[in-house]
T-cell receptor, first 113, second 114 residues
Framework: AQSVTQLGSHVSVSEGALVLLRCNYS??????LFWYVQYPNQGLQLLLK??????LVKGINGFEAEFKKSETSFHLTKPSAHMSDAAEYFCAVISNRDDKIIFGKGTRLHILP | ETGVTQSPTHLIKTRGQQVTLRCSSQ?????VSWYQQALGQGPQFIFQ???????GRGNFPPRFSGLQFPNYSSELNVNALELDDSALYLCASRVSGTRGETQYFGPGTRLLVL
């Protein structure tokens, strides 16, 4: 069965610093992987998705993620953090059994001035 | 904006009551899924409807039920509410159900059960 594990429930970075949010996946078949962002009191917004076309995926708001099969990882990065990036970030994988989205537990990103 | 709307935004119920949550998908989106997000957790899959038929279900009891209508709207019904049903309920829609297809989430309905 597919699953994702997000390392670190809270991550704090200074404004202008590199953002790195970690996600490892488990899948017996080539996975479809996603990163979603959730701002306070809002729904989920898709940042980017990996569907096997290219290992480096660029998303919205300057975020990107790299699919590394050898490490079973799909870490999310942004070169320079902005105060508006403060939110909850969810890594997710599509179940190959019934196509549901399986979410990680989330990482709350704090941006320090 | 995803084009997916949900109503109401907030709701307070008491234990044992019944609740209906509504979702309006984008035109042309034949597949809708519902998720429950408890506080501090990631969303959990409840069920999915494709062309008005349930075609996938997560680990939720039968008192969680749904409907999908031809006008791209859908409902989530929960009977005999329990305190643990307090959560943010999200719907997500997409066109056809192709694996890996982007799902568009609504803003959610926050349910509090007292």
């Amino acid at each position: 069965a597919q699953s994702v594990t997000q390392l670190g429930s809270h991550v704090s970075v200074s404004e202008g610093a590199l953002v790195l949010l970690r996600c490892n996946y488990s899948s017996s078949v080539p996975p479809y992987l996603f990163w979603y962002v959730q701002y306070p009191n809002q729904g989920l917004q898709l940042l980017l998705k990996y569907t096997s076309a290219a290992t480096l995926v660029k998303g919205i708001n300057g975020f990107e993620a790299e699919f590394k099969k050898s490490e079973t990882s799909f870490h999310l990065t942004k070169p320079s953090a902005h105060m508006s990036d403060a939110a909850e970030y969810f890594c997710a994988v599509i179940s190959n059994r019934d196509d549901k989205i399986i979410f990680g537990k989330g990482t709350r990103l704090h941006i320090l001035p | 904006e995803t084009g997916v709307t949900q109503s109401p935004t907030h709701l307070i119920k008491t234990r044992g009551q019944q609740v209906t949550l509504r979702c309006s998908s984008q035109s042309g989106h034949n597949t809708v899924s519902w998720y429950q997000q408890a506080l501090g957790q990631g969303p959990q899959f409840i069920f999915q409807y494709y062309r008005e038929e349930e075609n996938g279900r997560g680990n939720f009891p039968p008192r969680f039920s749904g409907l999908q209508f031809p006008n791209y709207s859908s409902e989530l019904n929960v009977n005999a509410l329990e305190l643990d049903d307090s959560a943010l309920y999200l719907c997500a829609s997409r066109v056809s159900g192709t694996r890996g297809e982007t799902q568009y989430f609504g803003p959610g309905t926050r349910l509090l059960v007292l």
